[in-house]
């Protein structure tokens, strides 16, 4: 159980266009998703908390307008990276909890496989 | 959130326990201690939470002080496969959010 997936794992695009990153929770419902991207060799960076059907809380230093979230549903996160660049290639990993089920002091998240972003 | 601080990377052979200890001089009455686990190219897996003493899973051990600025993972009996980046992470118990932010890990290599 507790199994969260990423699609695509792997994009390509060029500089200036838009590339959506979906992150879904198979068999539970995530009543918080988180956003992550990885640089090689460094740690994961937080960038943001997304809470089913309200607005995404984006870290300090994130931009809410390039980097859209959207939690449409229990199930469903989406990260859309708006006007990308070269800067903007990493690994963004997803992952998702629910409180309800671990318990409110459970730090146990469920991580997708990542999505590793090239652009051009 | 408490900083934590980890050794970069330490080795290790097949067979033997490897220890990892984390320091969090400034963890919180409140505060949870959670370790991960990363393999190159996916994303992190979790493998233990304790707030004091000793915590087992059938994975790995935490052990955790008295004072609770550190606690140490304790791995039995490695494998290569258990080659990986090790995060420890402090967390607010008091969130609501369960956020996590990682450090730098540690990369434990297990040798054959």
């Known amino acids: 159980g507790a199994v969260v997936s990423q699609h695509p794992s792997r994009v390509i695009c060029k500089s200036g266009t838009s590339v959506k990153i979906e992150c879904r929770s198979l068999d539970f419902q995530a009543t918080t998703m988180f956003w992550y991207r990885q640089f090689p060799k460094q740690s994961l960076m937080l960038m943001a908390t997304s809470n089913e059907g309200s607005k995404a809380t984006y870290e300090q230093g994130v931009e809410k307008d390039k980097f859209l979230i959207n939690h449409a549903s229990l199930t469903l996160s989406t990260l859309t990276v708006t006007s990308a660049h070269p800067e903007d290639s990493s690994f963004y990993i997803c992952s998702a909890t629910n409180q309800r089920r671990t318990g409110t002091h459970s730090y146990e998240q469920y991580f997708g496989p990542g999505t590793r972003l090239t652009v051009t | 959130l408490a900083k934590t601080t980890q050794p970069i990377s330490m080795d290790s052979y097949e067979g033997q326990e490897v220890n990892i200890t984390c320091s969090h001089n400034?963890?919180?009455?409140?505060?949870?201690i959670t370790w991960y686990q990363q393999f190159p190219s996916q994303g992190p897996r979790f493998i233990i939470q304790g707030y004091k003493t000793k915590v087992t899973n059938e994975v790995a051990s935490l052990f955790i002080p008295a004072d609770r600025k550190s606690s140490t993972l304790s791995l039995p009996r490695v494998s290569l496969s258990d080659t990986a980046v090790y995060y420890c992470l402090v967390g607010e118990g008091s969130s609501n959010t369960g956020k996590l932010i990682f450090g730098q890990g540690t990369t434990l290599q297990v040798k054959p």
């Open positions: 400034n963890i919180a009455t409140n505060d949870y």
